[in-house]
């Protein structure tokens, strides 16, 4: 079973997650993309919610299929969230941000009562940190930044589009570090965090209450103890 279909299944599993009259925020990525067209065909058969996007390709995807996209502000607070990761662990804890949306994806799931992710078997790992760590940074600070993620081992490495930089939503930068040495990943979210400038870290430490694995043509579910 390929990883393409592991996705499918995931996602198709998450989406019985959402019920009528429901805020749904909506994630961004490969895994996402199945999610988001399977809630597609639930409103085509009559289901009504309505949906935070995490990112401007997201929303337009959930608007080309008949999917009603309002503001977070207008929501005010989200019943579920389903997204996908680049990585988890055993733990709930994620890397994400390998689509760029993660400054809105955390703000998305901070607001959420209940945070879905999906993903593919591949994803599912014991030790956070193969997949380089994402950091959303403001433009005007960036190369400071690196110069100082490079004094702390991380070896950073700022992310570009083709000849350009690459720019978030937002029109900061993401600067991708390595993490796999570090051990203590709260006491590292907490030291980035600090260095002015960096806006947001691709680690979902405590936001998952559940994941779907796609495991060949079945899956998997995890869900967090209360």
């Known amino acids: 079973m390929s990883a393409v279909e592991e996705k499918k299944v995931a996602a198709l599993e998450a989406v019985k997650y959402v019920k009528e009259g429901m805020n749904v925020g909506l994630g961004t990525g490969s895994t996402a993309f199945f999610m988001i067209e399977a809630i597609g065909d639930l409103v085509k058969q009559g289901l009504s919610i309505k949906a935070v996007a995490t990112s401007i390709e997201t929303e337009k995807h959930a608007k080309k299929l008949g999917i009603q996209v309002i503001t977070l502000a207008e929501a005010k607070h989200l019943d579920v969230t389903i997204d996908g990761a680049d990585e988890v662990d055993d733990h709930f804890q994620l890397i994400k941000g390998g689509g760029g949306a993660l400054l809105r994806e955390k703000i998305v799931a901070h607001n959420s009562s209940r945070n879905i992710i999906i993903t593919d078997s591949s994803k599912k790992v014991s030790k956070l940190g193969k997949f380089k ?93 209360a």
Do not use: C
Not at 210 to 217: E, F, R, T
């Open 133 to 225: 760590l994402p950091l959303e940074t403001i433009p005007f600070a960036t190369q400071l930044i690196i110069a100082e993620l490079t004094k702390m081992g991380l070896s950073p490495k700022q992310r570009m589009s083709g000849n350009d930089f690459y720019k978030t939503d937002e029109q900061n930068d993401i600067v991708d570090v390595d993490i796999w040495e570090q051990d203590n990943l709260i006491d590292l979210e907490n030291k980035l965090l600090h260095i002015p400038g960096i806006v947001e870290t691709g680690l979902f430490l405590t936001t998952t209450n559940i994941v779907i694995i796609g495991k060949g043509n079945e899956v998997e579910v995890f869900k967090k103890e």
